[in-house]
């Protein structure tokens, strides 16, 4: 994660109101991620980490200055559907280490739990700042050819996560754009009517 990243706009109040319904939705959540895009994709959401690596020193943000969060773990991740495959959000998180349990950081580096689920079993109280959001290009490291992703416009936001009156996470979350469009969504729901039609020999 680089304070560089590719935005084209901020977006205001009046700017998120004019998106579509479930971009609304995911980007106004204040619960899990992965939990609303169940809910929105009606199918399983499973994560893809493409990259995890230990930090000694946090990259240069914004958000971070007068902090010092210490060791850090960078998280890029897709939230992928199960049944679809279809790439619905890239993520990219930094972990303080040094502030958080030790039970935290060994579900984030041996599973593929995703984090607001490891952060709700911890019962560790948080406070998630209002994000700032804007549109701009998808996340430098989905250039790789494994996970090119076809959409080149994203809806992103970045809020940081407060424990113990000091920022522990830092997560930028990319809404593939193309994905939640009007006309995908017409597709999806015709294909899955088709398919249920079958399935109930009409």
């Given at each position: ?27 106004a959540?204040n619960?899990?991620?992965?939990r ?20 000694d020193v ?7 200055e007068?902090?010092?969060?210490g ?7 897709l ?33 593929d ?19 700032k ?18 959409p ?9 996560v ?32 088709q ?8």
């Amino acid at each position: 994660m680089t304070a560089d990243v590719d935005r084209v706009a901020e977006l205001s109040v009046t700017d998120i109101r004019r998106l579509n319904r479930d971009l609304r939705i995911l980007i106004a959540t204040n619960g899990t991620m992965t939990r609303m895009l169940t809910a929105l994709a009606n199918e399983e959401i499973v994560v893809d980490i493409v990259k995890q690596q230990i930090h000694d020193v946090a990259p240069e943000l914004p958000e971070l200055e007068g902090s010092a969060m210490g060791r850090v773990l960078q998280r890029d991740i897709l939230l992928r559907g199960r049944t679809s495959g279809n790439a619905f959000v890239a993520a990219e998180s930094l972990i303080a280490i040094d502030l958080l349990p030790r039970a935290i950081m060994t579900s984030l580096t041996e599973t593929d739990r995703p984090i607001g689920e490891v952060m709700a079993s911890s019962h560790i109280e948080t406070f998630k700042e209002e994000a700032k959001v804007w549109t701009g290009k998808v996340p430098r490291w989905l250039a790789h050819d494994e996970y090119e992703i076809s959409p080149t416009e994203t809806v992103a936001r970045r809020y940081r996560v407060i424990a113990g009156g000091q920022p522990v996470m830092i997560i930028t979350e990319y809404v593939l754009k193309t994905v939640f469009d009007d006309t995908s969504k017409n597709k999806f729901v015709t294909a899955s009517k088709q398919a249920e039609s079958r399935n109930n020999g009409m």
